[in-house]
């Protein structure tokens, strides 16, 4: 039972570079999202999902783009990476109703240089 | 905006030793709360929930009330236990959709 499965789980991008994290689930649930983990800050949320083919933005969605084109997938692009986009990045899925629980990720931590 | 504060940590305890970690929130409306913890390399994962006020979540030896009259939502345990050891988020669902807005967390450690 995989759950929530990301990857990489690690990376090093040099700056301008461009990359794209890759958020599988395979509990058939309807909603997906992106956090990001900053000291001091908790999670905070870049994008999400309430369906395949939908992606709206969360908090922080600067420099990020999302898509779901599969239901179980769901995408997170940097066009071109700045150190402050350093962070460790949670994938999470939830069902639909509320209030569910999210579950999340393993995280991948991302290093730009 | 909604946000969630939480004490800073770290938190260090000895084994069979009372933890509290405060936790309070600014809302519209009555949102549902939650605690997650996330052990080291690991993601976060659902300690407990409440949906409304006057709610106690409990799990695994730990409890939370719901407190609409302070908006407080502290976490407790009364004996801890090495293997609690992590980082604990409150965090609060806001906007629908079960998005969560999380606190700063609080790394707890237990030494025996």
């Known amino acids: 039972n995989a759950g929530v499965t990301q990857t990489p789980k690690f990376r090093v991008l040099k700056t301008g570079q461009s990359m794209t994290l890759l958020c599988a689930q395979d509990?058939?649930?309807?909603?997906m999202y992106w956090y990001r983990q900053d000291p001091g800050m908790g999670l905070r949320l870049i994008h999400y999902?309430?369906?395949?083919?939908?992606?709206a933005k969360g908090e922080v969605p600067d420099g990020y783009n999302v898509s779901r084109l599969k239901k179980q997938n769901f995408l997170l692009g940097l066009e071109s990476a700045a150190p402050s986009q350093t962070s460790v990045y949670f994938c999470a899925s939830s069902s639909r109703g509320r209030p569910v629980e999210a579950f999340f990720g393993q995280g991948t931590r991302l290093t730009v240089v | 905006g909604d946000s969630v504060t939480q004490m800073e940590g770290p938190v260090t305890l000895s084994e069979e030793a009372f933890l509290t970690i405060n936790c309070t929130y600014t809302?519209?409306?009555?949102?549902?709360l939650f605690w997650y913890v996330q052990y080291p390399g690991e993601g976060l994962q659902l300690l407990l929930k409440a949906t409304k006020a006057d709610d106690k979540g409990s799990n695994k030896g730990f409890e939370a009330t719901y407190r609409k009259e302070t908006t407080s939502f502290h976490l407790e345990k009364g004996s801890v236990q090495v293997s609690d050891s992590a980082v604990y988020f409150c965090?609060?669902?806001?906007?629908?959709?079960?998005?969560?807005?999380f606190g700063a967390g609080t790394r707890l450690a237990v030494h025996p």
């Open positions: 999902s309430v369906g395949e083919g939908t992606t």
């Open positions: 965090a609060l669902e806001a906007g629908g959709y079960n998005k969560l807005i």
């Open positions: 809302a519209t409306g009555y949102p549902s």
């Open positions: 509990m058939n649930h309807e909603y």
